[in-house]
């Protein structure tokens, strides 16, 4: 079964890929392939003594961040660093789940500071400076998260000792650059990925299709443990659920996504609530029984909307919401990266809406095995 391949990020800079996924098995998403010559590459320059001291440069910048990056850390061998930000939460999520199992594949170890907004969620990344896989001991340990002014400074420190890096382009410095036009994927199973981990310096990547299905299929749980969310975000999921299963055979989630799908794409995937009611009526026509309903979006949502469906909110937190549609038994909603997440952390089966008119079979969808992927 596929994971995660990816569907087109839901962000303003890529408008171009058509979702052309309909049902998924849970946390299977789609893809499409290119081939890894098409990446841009920084202009020439003769700078192959330029290694030596763009290392010292890294070890300097990223000591200065705190005792998370002194001394080993600092100098490992092989190590891959995140330089852009891509979209919003199921975004980065998705990307870095590929990339985490890429570093668990191949023993390396994953910075990604621009996932600094959202690293307090988290378990794994809400004391870690850079967001680093895999996470060190003596993080694990402590209590306390780190502080805004420090992930700037992670933040900052990367985007400069990238642009740097670009500067310093011999032949073997360009090797550490993967920046990826929009649409274009690259294979984090495939030789040229493995080649150019063997150098050692950093290998900088910008772009959103990094993947290998393989890798994230035989890494899915550790992926899924490094984004645990913290307890203090769990305990309102947690009790959402409950209170949702009290009285229910089945917990359907609804995810309804307003705000920017208003123009994204035409306002191609803007469906009024009105028209999340219908769908939701023909479930519980179809499925019977006591069907309750977890709603989560950025909609205006009025319970009297849903006059005589068994509808329970999300918590209202963005994390919260995400987690808490992962808890449920079966995902309805637009194509969007939040929803597919949640597919992939709760291994829950998902369907995507395309079109106003679409119809939902019930049965057919939840237990569906198809393997969806586009050319």
């Given at each position: 079964?596929?994971?995660?391949?990816?569907?087109?990020?839901?962000?303003?800079?890529?408008?171009?890929?058509?979702?052309?996924?309909?049902?998924?098995?849970?946390?299977?998403?789609?893809?499409?392939?290119?081939?890894?010559?098409?990446?841009?590459?920084?202009?020439?320059?003769?700078?192959?003594?330029?290694?030596?001291?763009?290392?010292?440069?890294?070890?300097?910048?990223?000591?200065?961040?705190?005792?998370?990056?002194?001394?080993?850390?600092?100098?490992?061998?092989?190590?891959?660093?995140?330089?852009?930000?891509?979209?919003?939460?199921?975004?980065?999520?998705?990307?870095?789940?590929?990339?985490?199992?890429?570093?668990?594949?191949?023993?390396?170890?994953?910075?990604?500071?621009?996932?600094?907004?959202?690293?307090?969620?988290?378990?794994?990344?809400?004391?870690?400076?850079?967001?680093?896989?895999?996470?060190?001991?003596?993080?694990?340990?402590?209590?306390?998260?780190?502080?805004?002014?420090?992930?700037?400074?992670?933040?900052?420190?990367?985007?400069?000792?990238?642009?740097?890096?670009?500067?310093?382009?011999?032949?073997?410095?360009?090797?550490?650059?993967?920046?990826?036009?929009?649409?274009?994927?690259?294979?984090?199973?495939?030789?040229?990925?493995?080649?150019?981990?063997?150098?050692?310096?950093?290998?900088?990547?910008?772009?959103?299709?990094f993947r290998s299905e393989t890798l994230l299929q035989t890494h899915q749980n550790e992926v899924r443990r490094h984004f645990r969310i913290s307890s203090?975000?769990?305990?309102?999921?947690?009790?959402?659920?409950?209170?949702?299963?009290?009285?229910?055979?089945?917990?359907?989630?609804?995810?309804?996504?307003?705000?920017?799908?208003?123009?994204?794409?035409?306002?191609?995937?803007?469906?009024?609530?009105?028209?999340?009611?219908?769908?939701?009526?023909?479930?519980?026509?179809?499925?019977?029984?006591?069907?309750?309903?977890?709603?989560?979006?950025?909609?205006?949502?009025?319970?009297?909307?849903?006059?005589?469906?068994?509808?329970?909110?999300?918590?209202?937190?963005?994390?919260?919401?995400?987690?808490?549609?992962?808890?449920?038994?079966?995902?309805?909603?637009?194509?969007?990266?939040?929803?597919?997440?949640?597919?992939?952390?709760?291994?829950?089966?998902?369907?995507?809406?395309?079109?106003?008119?679409?119809?939902?079979?019930?049965?057919?969808?939840?237990?569906?095995?198809?393997?969806?992927?586009?050319?």
């Amino acid at each position: 079964m596929a994971i995660l391949a990816s569907l087109a990020p839901i962000n303003k800079r890529q408008t171009q890929n058509p979702n052309r996924c309909r049902i998924h098995t849970p946390g299977q998403l789609e893809t499409r392939r290119c081939t890894p010559d098409a990446r841009r590459s920084p202009s020439q320059v003769d700078a192959n003594s330029a290694l030596p001291v763009l290392k010292s440069h890294l070890v300097a910048l990223l000591g200065a961040a705190g005792p998370e990056f002194t001394g080993k850390v600092a100098t490992e061998s092989w190590m891959i660093i995140i330089t852009d930000k891509y979209g919003q939460l199921g975004n980065r999520l998705i990307r870095s789940a590929h990339l985490i199992a890429a570093a668990k594949e191949h023993g390396t170890c994953l910075m990604d500071p621009m996932f600094a907004p959202y690293a307090s969620y988290f378990k794994s990344t809400r004391n870690s400076v850079f967001c680093r896989y895999p996470v060190r001991k003596s993080l694990r340990s402590s209590e306390k998260p780190s502080r805004l002014w420090q992930r700037r400074l992670a933040y900052h420190l990367t985007r400069e000792s990238a642009r740097m890096t670009q500067k310093l382009t011999g032949p073997r410095l360009a090797s550490r650059f993967i920046h990826l036009q929009d649409g274009e994927v690259y294979d984090l199973n495939g030789s040229d990925f493995r080649t150019r981990l063997e150098s050692s310096a950093p290998l900088w990547l910008s772009g959103f299709w990094f993947r290998s299905e393989t890798l994230l299929q035989t890494h899915q749980n550790e992926v899924r443990r490094h984004f645990r969310i913290s307890s203090k975000h769990q305990a309102p999921v947690d009790r959402r659920i409950a209170e949702a299963r009290q009285s229910g055979d089945r917990l359907v989630g609804i995810h309804i996504r307003h705000g920017d799908y208003q123009t994204w794409q035409g306002g191609r995937y803007f469906f009024p609530v009105s028209k999340y009611v219908q769908w939701m009526r023909s479930i519980c026509e179809q499925l019977g029984g006591k069907t309750q309903f977890l709603v989560c979006g950025n909609a205006d949502l009025d319970p009297d909307q849903f006059a005589g469906l068994n509808v329970h909110f999300g918590p209202g937190h963005m994390v919260e919401d995400l987690y808490a549609l992962a808890a449920t038994d079966w995902l309805v909603g637009p194509p969007s990266t939040f929803s597919l997440w949640a597919s992939f952390y709760g291994n829950v089966p998902l369907t995507i809406l395309e079109s106003a008119d679409q119809t939902i079979d019930a049965n057919s969808d939840i237990t569906s095995t198809e393997l969806v992927h586009a050319a």
